[in-house]
């Protein structure tokens, strides 16, 4: 996998994303997406929504509003309970999450468990078992023992805000600070991630509004008026993309912890009782949608959650491998009927399901998925750079976006820049311009042209030359095998529409 620098450089060059600001210096973890990753988030998003949306004549969408009522988040728990633990360090004057340093520790040693894996995949060779190997090594068995522990600890220490026991253990295990090296620890606090804003133009009648941390408080506000209108019977989704703030104590990693990001949530509305088998379900489903996208299956795995927060009764991560370590890109939780019972409970107002088939009123249960944006685009991003050493012992920058993703799907590449080709190549650009986002270019030699269209990620290029006049034919590269084939431009939408159609890519899942 390619060095994280590398990634936010490229993602930088190639117009992907930009440091907020930039002609003010930028503002500390914040970005924009540019030309090429605007699409590639949109691509994104529409995968989703497609995915949950229209392919689930149960499931609806909605765009609620990022203000929400200041009484949502008291119902919600959010101002009280939404609190990360911070930590700062005396001599680097350097704030951090507490649990984070705790699992960053944990991370370290899982990293010495993948040390010992290789060296004995390498000894063993193709009689290698590493589940035989996990379960069995003593050193590996003790490692993981280890982790246990600490996660263990760590968990109910924060479900009893014992946060003198988080710092006594970051003490035990000696935690240096990444910063200074030095363990001159200050006590840890709960801090609030909610930003507060005001609403209304003069003083004395302005409202304290938050920012909303999450989107799904506007699904729970909004499941009657959809229900009741939409006419939608349980088990029924609502799902909505959009963003969300959390004044994150540190935002870091490029677009990996932001205090400005977009979620891709669905609330699924379920009979009491049967959240366990949803759940299951729904974590089943997400991995397949993620498993869709061809990005390999050693890259995912599930996190059962230790801590639930206060709304859960079950909670799993799906984790990816990012250039930094296997990390949480997705959520799914049980939320049981906290949200809506809290919501009834603070605004005076039934939120209630008669439920024909049992014959009674119910809160209805909640299992919730919930997957950030930007984080799903950093995974893709980050999978799919690389650098590719080709035969003739020259390299290659290659971005190898799942083609339903790609910003630009095709690239028509005139030749030369006379002769008529230009014209020929505009033609074709014209004919998939409806199906296909094509870029027509016809700067430099054919050659740097492809190298660009591979870091840019675009799945296919196709090059008009002097036969193409005579007999209306193309070729046709691919930009993994870099493969070249002639073809009929009259042959090319049918083929471009096998290999791009989202039709394809959705019915893997
Ligand atoms: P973390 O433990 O990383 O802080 P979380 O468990 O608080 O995340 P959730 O509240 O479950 O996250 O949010 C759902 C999803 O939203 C996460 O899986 C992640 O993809 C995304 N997300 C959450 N916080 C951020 C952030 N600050 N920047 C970017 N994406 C985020």
Redesign the pocket.
């Known amino acids: 996998m390619t060095d994280f620098k590398k990634i936010i450089s490229h993602a930088k060059e190639y117009g992907f994303v930009f440091p907020s600001s930039e002609i003010y210096d930028g503002l500390s973890a914040v970005y924009d997406y540019a030309q090429n990753g605007v699409a590639l988030k949109k691509n994104i998003r529409d995968y989703w929504w497609k995915s949950m949306v229209q392919l689930h004549s149960n499931i609806v969408g909605i765009d609620a509003a990022i203000f929400m009522h200041p009484t949502t988040w008291k119902a919600s728990g959010h101002v009280d309970a939404f609190n ?1 633990p911070l930590i700062d360090n005396k001599d680097s004057k350097k704030r951090y999450r507490a649990d984070v340093l705790v699992e960053d520790y944990c991370g370290k040693i899982e990293a010495k468990i993948e040390k010992e894996v290789a060296k004995a995949a390498k000894r063993f060779g193709d009689s290698f078992d590493k589940e035989q190997f996990v379960a069995t090594n003593p050193r590996v068995v003790g490692y993981q023992e280890k982790i246990n522990a600490i996660l263990k600890r760590l968990g109910q220490s924060l479900e009893k805000e014992d946060l003198a026991d988080v710092k006594n253990l970051i003490e035990e295990l000696e935690i240096a600070c990444p910063e200074s090296g030095s363990r001159n620890w200050t006590d840890v606090k709960q801090f609030n991630l909610m930003f507060g804003t005001k609403l209304g133009a003069s003083a004395d009648s302005a409202m304290d509004l938050y920012l909303r ?2 989107t799904a408080q506007g699904i729970f506000v909004n499941f009657l008026n959809v229900q009741k209108t939409g006419r939608m019977k349980i088990p029924f989704g609502i799902a909505q993309t959009g963003k ?1 703030f ?1 004044n ?1 104590i540190v ?1 870091r990693q490029f ?5 400005e ?3 891709m ?1 669905m609330q699924f509305f379920i009979p009491p009782g049967t959240q366990k088998e949803w759940y299951e379900q729904w974590k089943q489903t997400r991995l397949n949608w993620h498993l869709s996208l061809g990005m390999g299956q050693e890259n995912y795995r599930f996190h059962d959650h230790e801590k639930l ?1 206060h709304y859960a009764d079950a ?1 799993a ?2 984790e990816f491998k990012f250039p930094f370590g296997f ?5 799914i ?1 049980s939320r049981t009927d906290f949200d809506l019972s809290s919501h009834e409970e603070f605004s005076g107002k039934k939120l209630q399901y008669f439920d024909p088939e049992r014959n009674e009123n119910y809160v209805p249960y909640v299992v919730e998925t ?7 685009f950093l995974a893709v991003f980050s999978w799919a750079l690389r650098e590719e050493s080709l035969e003739d012992g020259s390299t290659r920058t290659l971005l190898k976006l799942p083609a339903v993703l790609a910003p630009t799907k095709v690239a028509v590449l005139p030749l030369v820049k006379k002769d008529g080709l230009p014209e020929l190549a505009n033609q074709i650009v014209d004919l998939l311009k409806w199906e296909h986002t094509t870029a027509y270019d016809e700067k430099d030699a054919v050659g740097r042209r492809y190298r660009r269209q591979d870091a840019l990620g675009t799945p296919f290029c196709i090059t008009v030359d002097h036969q193409s006049l005579e007999d209306k034919s193309v070729t046709l590269r691919d930009r993994d095998s870099m493969q070249q084939e002639r073809i009929a431009i009259a042959h090319l939408p049918k083929l471009l529409d096998e290999k791009l159609n989202i039709k394809n890519w959705l019915k893997k899942i």
Do not use: T
């Open positions: 990360d941390p999450e969300a959390r994150e935002a677009i990996f912890r932001m205090r990001f977009e979620q949530e927060a909670a991560d799906i990390k949480e890109l997705e959520g939780h919930s997957v950030g944006l930007d984080r799903m």
